[in-house]
């Protein structure tokens, strides 16, 4: 059975940083396509980051870019999501993906197969 399971979620003041972890248990990281999305209260599921585990190549919303960063660790089977300069209008429950085969890594929640619980976020100003 596979299982992602998020952790490191919490609160913080704007312009602070936060790192979520992803970590799959019954899945192996491997030439696929792993990404984090998140969702606001009243909004929909938004795609902010995903990275093909092939190469390392990885992809970002505008909305996150230059502030988040995806990453992996393959010997501990877990994926990252490394969160600076935060702000208000990123408050959200956070959720990893995986095991999309479709390339290149899209920010689309119907190509990934498998999914975290969620975490939730909240920056305050």
């Known amino acids: 059975q596979v299982q992602l399971v998020e952790s490191g979620g919490g609160s913080v003041q704007a312009g602070g940083s936060l790192r979520l972890s992803c970590a799959a248990s019954g899945y192996t990281y491997s030439n696929d396509c792993m990404g984090w999305f998140r969702q606001a209260p009243g909004k929909e599921r938004e795609g902010i980051a995903t990275m093909y585990t092939g190469t390392g190549i990885t992809y970002y919303a505008d909305s996150v870019k230059g502030r988040f960063t995806i990453s992996q660790d393959n010997a501990k089977n877990t994926m990252y999501l490394q969160m600076n300069s935060l702000k208000p209008e990123d408050t959200a429950v956070y959720y990893c993906?995986?095991?999309?085969?479709?390339?290149?890594?899209?920010?689309?929640?119907?190509?990934?197969?498998?999914w975290g619980q969620g975490t939730q976020v909240t920056v305050s100003s």
């Open positions: 993906a995986a095991d999309s085969t479709r390339f290149p890594c899209r920010l689309y929640s119907y190509d990934y197969n498998y």
